[in-house]
């Protein structure tokens, strides 16, 4: 801690020292998190689009907080028992979606057979590719 900080802990307008409460709230006031939303970014607003499109209710946007990074924050106070995300099937990746895409035949026919992670992950390799051969 430096010289300044110290003395704006400990002192007061009118050069008293503050009190034992004074300064606690002042570094917990320091230490808080702060976050800036992410929301207005030309990314998020694309998929949000698509979401709100298929169904897609959620009290939450995406952040970047100053002490772990980039996350989810409410927009609202979340109490008990609260809707918080709600996501239609159509949106979601499941084995069964990539076995019913163009993928299904290939991977059906693969000996041994793979396990659901590793179809989910081959279908997402297969897409991120697809998608990069699209723009370039």
């Avoid at 990314?43 to 169904?55: M, S």
């Avoid at 990074?69 to 979606?97: F, M, W």
Wanted: aromatic fraction near 6%; charged fraction near 25%.
């Amino acid at each position: 801690m430096d010289l300044c900080t110290r003395m704006e802990d400990g002192m007061r307008s009118g050069g008293r020292r503050a009190g034992r409460t004074r300064r606690r709230r002042g570094r917990k006031q320091r230490n808080t998190s702060k976050s800036v939303s992410l929301s207005h970014q030309q990314q998020y607003v694309t998929l949000l689009r698509f979401l709100h499109k298929h169904g897609f209710d959620c009290v939450l946007q995406p952040a970047n907080f100053t002490d772990f990074g980039r996350g989810l924050q409410a927009q609202e106070i979340i109490k008990p028992d609260n809707l918080i995300i709600s996501l239609p099937e159509a949106c979601l990746i499941t084995t069964s979606t990539v076995l019913d895409s163009y993928l299904g035949p290939y991977i059906k026919s693969w000996k041994p057979r793979l396990s659901p992670l590793l179809v989910l992950c081959v279908f997402l390799v297969c897409e991120q590719h697809k998608e990069k051969s699209l723009i370039g």
